[in-house]
């Protein structure tokens, strides 16, 4: 799978959220999104243009193991 490299932070708070995340809150360029879905979990997104896609792929992989998906997967 290819990740895009033009994916700002506020477009991926925006596909989390259909996943169940909610921004919980938001200090300087950085937004905290919560899920309670399949037990608590939290995520930090940078809000940056674009999202590196080292830091990008570090938040799908940690994504798809709480929900016990790959990465591909979400």
């Known amino acids: 799978m290819t990740l895009p490299k033009n994916l700002n932070g506020k477009e991926l708070v925006k596909v989390l959220q ?3 995340y909610e921004q919980s809150r938001q200090v300087g360029s950085h937004i905290r999104l919560t899920t309670y879905q399949e037990g608590t979990h939290h995520i930090t ?11 990008l792929s ?17």
């Open 18 to 20: 259909k996943l169940g």
């Open 45 to 55: 997104i940078p809000n940056h243009r674009p999202i590196k896609i080292g830091t």
């Open 58 to 74: 570090a938040i799908l992989k940690d994504v798809g193991n709480h929900f016990g998906k790959s990465k591909d997967e979400i």
